[in-house]
């Protein structure tokens, strides 16, 4: 395709990016995405990062919501990949060899919580029963008026419950509060808060009603769908070029960016109106997260015989204690004892690993920029909980925040959902507009997690801002068929 040809172009191969590029290639106009590594995909990668035969992935390993977002269900995701969808969606060790499990079946679940399982029921059964209208709620820009009030109203009342000090309020014993801590701690906050019970919520209740997807072959199963679909589409890809000011690029109608707003002033080169590059400019990064992953004789031997089968694992103790482990970091610090998230993939996919062995997934939550090694930390936790983890490790590799930042620009400091999830910045995400994927630059649009929906994997943030741009660009209303039976 020469540049004579394109009517749009891609900064940014993540899944938001990618998402974009297939939904306007799908429209009919030639695409063409640029990406600044060699490898494509961003945070949904996967890789051999430790020893040959262990493929572990780069960023994000289990996909909560990719069977919920919109994009992937009019995609046909499940028909393009292999997705395993595990009985257990998440797990929770506790001291003296105990767990609490989240499965797939809500009242199993709650059989196990021992008194507080009444209460879980509670919580959680009338967002499952509604789950497509909770995955609506969020999907979209919070800002729109909902279409279903009294979903946003339940949904509301519980995260005003979980984001308070009333957050233990409902319970008598641990493992109920402990296991909804785990979920609540992906959003790197300090703990209670409404952004954290917010996202906690909707995690927690995809993994009842839809279950915790894997795929089969790792992230980069996922990459490699969009990246098939947009070539089959008359799409290109340019990988190794790093784009550095806007004015580099081809002339294209349409020029979508998977970047931060701190990114976007950049590429501007002082072409944005002064008043909304103030604008972005006090956009806030969150804290960061430093990753290590291990290659393993064998599997982890937790205590608590039923974490042997759950994919998913939040490791870091009793409510209090993750609690304490967070708004450590929130105040700068790095935790003594640390919450860890670990992913084992290799009990449900064996293409991960060598026979017999197995990779683990492993990050921890710490300050932004911080250069400190966790392999330490993260492998004593780890062992706290599974007694012998130690002896099995064969290899591992170890990225910092700051290495994080380094492997992908949008992940400033090592922040991950490339901006902080406070409620402020899931409204005005990066601006407070109702299309705040269009940019004041003619034709220039903003696709990734630093807009709505924000954070996660489910391609939402690019398919927004292509439909945004189809809208303005060309009057186009509709938004283009994505199936794969559809040519």
């Not at 008026?145 to 308070?164: D, N």
């Not at 008598?172 to 992906?186: C, N």
């Not at 700068?332 to 992913?343: I, Q, R, T």
């Not at 400091?413 to 409620?423: L, R």
Request: net charge neutral; charged share 20%.
């Amino acid at each position: 395709m020469s540049d004579d040809d394109l009517d749009a172009i891609v900064v940014g191969s993540g899944p938001n990016g990618l998402a974009a590029a297939v939904t306007l290639a799908r429209a009919g106009l030639k695409v063409r995405v640029y990406e600044k590594n060699s490898l494509v995909g961003g945070g949904a990668t996967t890789a051999e990062l430790t020893l040959p035969g262990f493929r572990h992935d780069v960023c994000s390993a289990v996909h909560p919501m990719a069977l919920s977002s919109e994009f992937f269900q009019r995609f046909g995701l499940e028909e393009r990949i292999n997705l395993v969808t595990p009985d257990v969606s998440y797990g929770h060790p506790l001291p003296q060899g105990e767990a609490a499990v989240a499965y797939r079946d809500l009242e199993r679940t709650a059989a196990g919580l021992g008194v507080d399982g009444r209460e879980w029921l509670r919580l959680f059964r009338p967002l499952v029963r509604h789950v497509d209208e909770v995955s609506e709620l969020i999907g979209n820009q919070l800002l729109r008026v909902p279409r279903h009030p009294l979903t946003a109203a339940r949904f509301g009342l519980r995260v005003l419950e979980q984001g308070s000090p009333l957050w233990n309020a409902r319970f008598r014993e641990d493992r109920a509060p402990a296991l909804l801590t785990g979920v609540y701690a992906h959003a790197i906050r300090s703990l209670p808060s409404l952004s954290t019970a917010g996202a906690g919520l909707v995690l927690a209740t995809h993994g009842h009603a839809r279950g915790w997807p894997i795929p089969i072959g790792g992230s980069s199963a996922i990459t490699g769908a969009l990246v098939d679909d947009l070539l089959a589409h008359g799409g290109e890809i340019c990988a190794d070029t790093y784009i550095r000011r806007l004015s580099d690029l081809p002339t294209a109608r349409i020029v979508l960016l998977d970047v931060t707003p701190r990114a976007l002033i950049e590429l501007a080169d002082g072409t944005l109106p002064t008043a909304y590059a103030r604008r972005l400019a006090r956009f806030r990064y969150g804290n960061a997260v430093a990753k290590v992953d291990f290659a393993l004789s064998g599997p982890v031997p937790w205590s608590a015989a039923e974490l042997r089968n759950a994919p998913t694992v939040h490791v870091g103790g009793t409510r209090g204690q993750i609690a304490r482990a967070e708004n450590e970091v929130s105040r700068g610090k790095h935790a003594a004892e640390p919450y860890v998230l670990v992913s084992q993939p290799s009990i449900v996919d064996p293409m991960r690993a060598p026979a017999g062995k197995h990779v683990l997934w492993a990050y921890t939550h710490v300050p932004r920029g911080s250069d400190n090694d966790q392999t330490e930390p993260i492998t004593r936790q780890i062992e706290r909980f599974a007694p012998g983890f130690r002896d099995l490790i064969l290899a591992s590799a170890s990225r910092t925040a700051h290495d994080m930042a380094d492997y992908n620009p949008n992940y400033v400091g090592g922040d991950i959902a490339a901006g902080d999830v406070s409620m402020l910045q899931l409204v005005a995400r990066p601006v407070l507009t109702p299309d705040p994927w269009r940019t004041p630059l003619p034709g220039v649009y903003l696709c990734s997690s630093s807009t709505p929906p924000g954070p996660g994997v489910h391609g939402l943030a690019g398919y927004r801002a292509a439909l945004s741009a189809l809208r303005h660009e060309y009057n186009v209303q509709e938004p283009p068929r994505l199936s794969p039976t559809h040519v």
